[in-house]
């Protein structure tokens, strides 16, 4: 391993006459993605880790355009063909092994790896990143662990990024080295990254995924790093003011910002791009801080970054499905990363991206696209039932215990539950379709928690013999709807009063003997006791729901019809228990196990609200699955069998116990005569 580490470092050392390779910025590329890999096994260690990934986005903002500007090129043509001939070589190999890879051992132990799997797909165009915005993710949640590929967002945004910035370098003029071309790209790219700044400040407290994942919202990050390139190479005095910034002093600030807690997101976010700009320019000879990110073995870390990136996630995600991640797991999870990435960087990313692929540019251009078509024709293929089943086979005689672990939650497959377009989702969600129900309608609505009782009340509805036809609709703002809390619809896809646009619907399309169903989490709504009349402001949620509720009872009862409230799922973890990892290492579920009487009292303000309610009107009926989840004194995250019950913290059913309920709707059901 010696001797291989000399060797690239002095390949790169001979080449950098030429090309003006810095190795001190590998050395920082090592630094970022040893940040992020250490926050990936435990948030705990270094909490702000994650920001590795924008210190990386500086970097290719500045070695792009340093790259660019030392390739001089005959026309456009040339150099725009010669850019994405060089950026296919370098993403592309190293990528679609990986997806490759990483789809069969997914699928080896998860029986819906579906959500993976797409997301995979479209890594390999470069638009993972708005796939997973797509889907509500959540990056900082922990059901993200599980998704094989969500860290190649990053490589979205980067790519997408790779797609406008070549044509601003060519058409400013700086591409061609004109007189005032340095002037004209400062001006543009500086220009879009203040817009690009200001997008993310504004759009991160309303909508953070959005802020999150796109690129227009992350632009300025690679700016930053593009600017940072251009003083230096017009304004020496920028270069000697910057150089004289102790570099060993932003390095610290830097790593003190990485512990800065995540409601300051924001500020750490831009903070450390400053930080990371600001490092690149400092960074000279005479300081021990450069004479650390320019070590051989530190440069080395930074030259397989890349790859170190992508495979580091596929193990600990992969890891997370069968073993989990511990102190004693830690050593050969390590191992494994690093022996995986040193094969893939010295066998498929530098032979390829060094090679001549065919002699002329256009055949690499068409052999990249074509290998990026083949792997995703594979992974449909994956996809498909019987593959995919016959790979869960195998993975089930790798390892027996992984049913224990497949438990995600069955949201995605189903349009009605967390659609994008609230508006469309009623008329098709919701509308009743002529000649479809023969006795009546049942109306489920509410946020991710009524999910928890549609697969249920649906098999009730078949156990029971009813002819009730169910109709779903899910949204993760409605608890914001109904309380009129609009500055959270940009988060949640509210839609403007949407309070009074639900008690509109009813009234057109709810008939005599149809049921509304409502279930929401109380997780959304200030805990404690209610009264009708609160006196503390944490209350007001509860108030505002408590109004909304009645008038909307009020409307279904005018129009001959039920409402069913449905208390909540118990209480089962704290707060600072990652549930994840307890349930995957089958570790002490005592920590998942709560007093019966403390969950009832989690769900006392909630509950108060639906039987004031219940009592008001001859129309509401209140029913409370509570018990039905709970043993005799605890509530706990598996049944009296030790079959796992929920997916995550919130909680929601595991995908294999998402009709547990059934029984207890059928009860329901029968008494009610549906």
């Known amino acids: 391993m010696k001797n291989l580490v000399s060797t690239i470092i002095n390949e790169?050392?001979?080449?950098?006459?030429?090309?003006?390779?810095?190795?001190?910025?590998?050395?920082?590329?090592a630094f970022a993605v040893v940040a992020v890999i250490i926050n990936h096994f435990n948030k705990n260690i270094l909490p702000g880790g994650y920001l590795g990934i924008d210190i990386f986005f500086v970097i290719s903002g500045f070695v792009i355009t340093s790259s660019l500007y030392q390739r001089p090129s005959k026309n456009f043509k040339d150099f725009i063909s010669g850019f994405y001939e060089r950026r296919i070589k370098r993403l592309v190999p190293a990528l679609s092994i990986f997806v490759l890879i990483a789809s069969i051992m997914i699928c080896l132990f998860n029986q819906n790896p579906i959500f993976s799997l797409r997301t995979g797909i479209t890594s390999l165009f470069g638009l993972s990143n708005i796939y997973l915005l797509k889907q509500s993710t959540d990056y900082f949640a922990q059901a993200t662990e599980l998704n094989v590929f969500t860290h190649t967002w990053s490589l979205g945004v980067e790519e997408q990024f790779y797609i406008l910035f070549p044509f601003l370098f060519w058409f400013s003029g700086f591409g061609n080295q004109t007189?005032?071309?340095?002037?004209?790209?400062f001006l543009i790219v500086g220009t879009l990254a203040i817009a690009s700044l200001i997008g993310f400040?504004?759009?991160?407290?309303?909508?953070?995924?959005?802020a999150y994942f796109l690129m227009p919202t992350r632009f300025w990050e690679m700016a930053a790093g593009c600017l940072i390139f251009i003083r230096f190479q017009k304004r020496k005095s920028i270069a000697q003011f910057l150089e004289k910034a102790p570099p060993l002093l932003l390095l610290t600030l830097i790593i003190s910002v990485m512990y800065l807690p995540i409601s300051l997101a924001t500020t750490s976010t831009i903070a450390v791009v400053l930080l990371s700009a600001a490092l690149i320019a400092s960074l000279k000879k005479q300081t021990r801080t450069f004479a650390f990110f320019s070590h051989?073995?530190?440069v080395y870390i930074g030259l397989i970054s890349y790859s170190l990136y992508l495979w580091h996630w596929g193990v600990?995600?992969?890891?997370r499905w069968t073993i989990g991640i511990h102190w004693w797991s830690v050593p050969i999870q390590i191992t494994m990363i690093l022996g995986i990435s040193v094969t893939s960087y010295n066998w498929i990313e530098t032979p390829l991206r060094k090679g001549n692929w065919f002699g002329k540019r256009w055949k690499t251009l068409l052999t990249g696209t074509g290998a990026v078509i083949f792997t995703s024709l594979s992974l449909l293929i994956i996809t498909?039932?019987?593959?995919?089943?016959?790979?869960?086979?195998?993975?089930?005689?790798?390892?027996?215990?992984?049913h224990f672990i497949r438990f995600g939650y069955p949201l995605q497959d189903l349009y009605c539950h967390l659609p994008q377009r609230i508006e469309s989702a009623f008329e098709d969600c919701l509308v009743p379709r002529k000649g479809k129900t023969e006795s009546g309608n049942i109306f489920l609505i509410g946020d991710s928690h009524a999910s928890n009782h549609h697969w249920s009340i649906d098999n009730a509805l078949k156990q029971t013999g009813s002819k009730f036809v169910l109709n779903t609709l899910v949204e993760r703002g409605l608890?914001?709807?109904?309380?009129?809390?609009?500055?959270q619809c940009g988060k949640y896809n509210c839609i403007k009063d949407a309070g009074n646009a639900y008690n509109k619907f009813f009234r057109e399309h709810l008939n005599v003997g149809d049921y509304l169903f409502i279930s929401i989490s109380r997780d959304r709504l200030a805990v404690g006791d209610f009264n009708g009349s609160p006196r503390k402001q944490k209350y007001k949620n509860l108030q505002i729901l408590y109004n909304r509720l009645l008038v909307l009872s009020q409307i279904i009862e005018q129009q001959g019809g039920k409402i069913i409230l449905i208390g909540d799922i118990p209480k089962v973890c704290p707060s600072t228990v990652n549930f994840w990892q307890e349930i995957i290492r089958r570790g002490d579920i005592k920590k998942c196990t709560v007093e019966k009487t403390i969950s009832i009292d989690d769900r006392i303000g909630l509950n108060n609200v639906f039987i004031d309610i219940a009592k008001k009107s001859k129309s509401v009926l209140f029913v409370d699955p509570h018990d039905e989840l709970c043993l005799e004194d605890q509530c706990s995250v598996v049944n009296r069998n030790g079959v796992i019950l929920y997916s995550d913290t919130s909680p929601h059913f595991s995908i294999d116990n998402k009709d547990i309920l059934t029984n207890y709707w059928s009860k329901i059901f029968i008494r009610l005569g549906i």
């Open 296 to 298: 051989p073995k530190v």
């Open 316 to 319: 600990l995600s992969i890891s």
């Open 201 to 210: 400040v504004y759009l991160y407290p309303i909508n953070q995924s959005a």
């Open 179 to 185: 007189k005032n071309g340095a002037r004209n790209l």
């Open 384 to 402: 498909r039932t019987f593959v995919k089943d016959f790979l869960a086979n195998i993975g089930n005689k790798i390892y027996p215990s992984s």
């Open 12 to 29: 790169n050392k001979s080449s950098s006459i030429k090309s003006g390779y810095r190795p001190e910025i590998d050395g920082l590329r």
């Open 479 to 487: 608890i914001y709807n109904l309380i009129g809390t609009e500055d």
